[in-house]
T-cell receptor
Framework: GAVVSQHPSRVICKSGTSVKIECRSL??????MFWYRQFPKKSLMLMAT?????????EQGVEKDKFLINHASLTLSTLTVTSAHPEDSSFYIC?????????????FGEGSRLTVL | GENVEQHPSTLSVQEGDSAVIKCTYSDSASNYFPWYKQELGKRPQLIIDIRSNVGEKKDQRIAVTLNKTAKHFSLHITETQPEDSAVYFCAASHATSGSRLTFGEGTQLTVNP
């Protein structure tokens, strides 16, 4: 149990276009989902925390208009990179928690590698 | 906010030897400390975790120790195997932040056959 699926795993797009990445919890209800960005050989950098039915909370320095997050249901959160540029190329990973307000295990998606040409 | 430091950044051992990775955290309210293994291009996988009411936890070749007073925790891998080669991340979760984890910078472990 506790499977998180992320799609697409790889995406290549032209500069100026928008890209949507989906994160789904397949067998549990995810009260909270997190979006991370990971550069090569670096740690996971938290971008935002997403709670179902409410606005995402963004980390300092993350542009909310650039990285749109929607958590429309307890099993789906989406990250849209708007007007993507080459510097947005990165590995994006989502994770989900099924325990609201409790420190607990996070379940990670497979990650999405975005390449902006 | 929480700050997690991890050492060493790279670690190379011979097959069969033990490997130890250490982390320190800054927020005394943190109460959950997981360790993740990440292979290249793949998702982080939880390998072991410990909560602040426990000082040590072991699962076969992997163990984690926690010193709340000193605010540090360590991962111990015994009898290392080449398939243990990966990047390992420690993390800490604040008691009131739910599952919001702060990650260490990672340790690239290489086990040489």
């Amino acid at each position: 149990g506790a499977v998180v699926s992320q799609h697409p795993s790889r995406v290549i797009c032209k500069s100026g276009t928008s890209v949507k990445i989906e994160c789904r919890s397949l067998d549990f209800q995810a009260t909270t989902m997190f979006w991370y960005r990971q550069f090569p050989k670096k740690s996971l950098m938290l971008m935002a925390t997403s709670n179902e039915g409410s606005k995402a909370t963004y980390e300092q320095g993350v542009e909310k208009d650039k990285f749109l997050i929607n958590h429309a249901s307890l099993t789906l959160s989406t990250l849209t990179v708007t007007s993507a540029h080459p510097e947005d190329s990165s590995f994006y990973i989502c994770s989900a928690s099924r325990l609201a307000g409790v420190s607990g295990e996070l379940f990670f998606g497979e990650g999405s590698r975005l390449t902006v040409l | 906010g929480e700050n997690v430091e991890q050492h060493p950044s790279t670690l190379s051992v011979q097959e069969g030897d033990s490997a130890v990775i250490k982390c320190t955290y800054s927020d005394s309210a943190s109460n959950y400390f997981p360790w993740y293994k990440q292979e290249l291009g793949k998702r982080p996988q939880l390998i072991i975790d410990i909560r602040s009411n426990v000082g040590e936890k072991k699962d076969q070749r992997i163990a984690v120790t926690l010193n709340k007073t000193a605010k540090h925790f360590s991962l111990h891998i015994t009898e290392t195997q080449p398939e243990d080669s990966a990047v390992y991340f420690c993390a800490a979760s604040h008691a009131t932040s739910g599952s919001r984890l702060t990650f260490g910078e990672g340790t690239q472990l290489t086990v040489n056959p």
